[in-house]
């Protein structure tokens, strides 16, 4: 059910909904191998996936990298969602609900630390540098995460209706090295954004397209609808982009 007392937004439809939507990012599993690739995850890597959603990308990593991987997440639903797909999947992963901005991990746990289409949602410098603290010398940081490709003055908007706060592709690199990272690669993948929503919709089909439009109206009225579709706008134009960030703790 979409709560009535949170704000009209695509992020609280996603988080409110059981739409059966599994994987919450654009590229689907293949940007989540390219980013473990990047970020030197295989066998026995102890990972951290901040903002884990429904676990999908967890488990594809341990089927297919052989890692140890622990989720987080803010959200009771979401980690309710993985937990229940790890024993459905008899597979051993360890779900926990936490706050990315205060990890409950000591320094230098993790070799690798990704996190898939959340950081943007995040207080950025407090998050990454969070990332940094559990990450061992010589090990990875990895995002994928929304970037903007003109000024970002479209996306003071998205920042107000969807508590997201993207960076260009450059800003990104900057947040990175605010949180003295080294060798930190950046990789354009905007081309993912027109095909994710062809994908989002067809999913979904008609009928629950329908009955969601119902709902914002009936919980959040004419003001949410339009709130929601200005948000939905700002991530279909051409100034939304997508890519990749890895860095290295020194
Ligand atoms: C767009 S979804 C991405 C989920 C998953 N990474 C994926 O790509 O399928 C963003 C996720 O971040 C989580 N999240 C938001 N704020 C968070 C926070 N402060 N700490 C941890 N997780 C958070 C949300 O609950 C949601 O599951």
């Not at 009209?8 to 980013?35: A, M, Y």
């Not at 060798?183 to 994908?199: G, H, T, V, Y």
Request: with cysteine.
């Amino acid at each position: 059910m979409i709560k009535k007392n949170k704000r009209p937004s695509l992020e609280n439809i996603i988080d409110s909904e059981d739409l059966c939507l599994e994987i919450l990012h654009p590229g689907g599993l293949e940007i989540t191998r390219e980013l473990a690739q990047l970020c030197h995850i295989g066998k026995v890597i102890k990972v951290l996936d901040i903002g884990s959603g429904t676990g999908e990308s967890a488990f594809y990593l341990v089927r297919n990298f052989n890692c140890h991987i622990i989720g987080i997440d803010i959200s009771d639903r979401m980690i309710k969602r993985a937990k229940r797909k790890a024993i459905d999947h008899g597979v051993i992963i360890q779900f926990k609900k936490a706050d990315a901005h205060d990890l409950p991990f000591k320094d230098n746990t993790f070799d690798a630390v990704i996190s898939e289409c959340t950081t943007s949602i995040l207080d950025k410098e407090r998050a990454i540098a969070e990332m940094a603290r559990v990450t061992i010398s010589g090990g990875y940081i990895g995002i994928h995460d929304i970037c903007y490709n003109n000024d970002g003055s479209e996306h003071q908007r998205l920042a107000e209706i969807e508590f997201r706060r993207p960076e260009s592709l450059g800003g990104w690199k900057t947040q990175f090295e605010k949180a003295g990272l080294i060798d930190i690669m950046i990789k354009d993948r905007s081309n993912l954004i027109p095909e994710w929503e062809k994908e989002i919709l067809e999913k979904l089909g008609r009928i629950t397209r329908f009955k969601i439009f119902l709902k914002i109206i009936k919980n959040w009225g004419i003001g949410g609808l339009r709130k929601v579709m200005e948000s939905r706008r700002i991530f279909q134009s051409q100034h939304t982009g997508y890519g990749i960030i890895v860095g290295k703790k020194p």
